[in-house]
């Protein structure tokens, strides 16, 4: 069975940072893309940032710059690290799987299995 366990999600005040991960279970991470996504409350989901298998990346406008993914493949976990987050951070952080293996999207219909999401909130 597939399974996608977010964690590392907290309160944090303006200017902190937070590493999300994502444990990865019943498939082996490094044979997809794989993506991190985001929901705001009243807001839809947005794509926060991507990885493939053979190291490229891409971020979100809103991500560049503060937002870093990675991927250890070895412990089938991929990360996200947020750093100098802001209250436009806040919302609940949710990775995601490719629905086809070498192919990164942006979109969310594009994935296949979502994990239950992390919240991220950002508040003095």
């Known amino acids: 069975e597939v399974q996608l366990v977010e964690s590392g999600g907290g309160l944090v005040q303006p200017g902190g940072s937070l590493r999300l991960s994502c444990a990865a279970s019943g498939f082996t991470l490094g044979d997809y893309c794989m993506g991190w996504f985001r929901q705001a409350p009243g807001k839809e989901r947005e794509w926060v940032a991507y990885?493939?298998?053979?190291?490229?990346?891409a971020y979100a406008d809103s991500a560049k710059g503060r937002f870093t993914i990675s991927r250890d493949d070895a412990e089938n976990t991929l990360h996200l690290q947020i750093a100098d987050l802001k209250p436009e951070d806040t919302a609940v952080y949710y990775c995601?799987?490719?629905?086809?293996?070498?192919?990164?999207?942006?979109?969310?219909?594009?994935?296949?299995?979502w994990g239950q999401g992390t919240q991220v909130t950002v508040s003095s």
């Open positions: 995601a799987r490719a629905r086809i293996k070498w192919v990164c999207s942006r979109r969310p219909d594009d994935h296949d299995y």
């Open positions: 990885a493939d298998m053979i190291g490229t990346k």
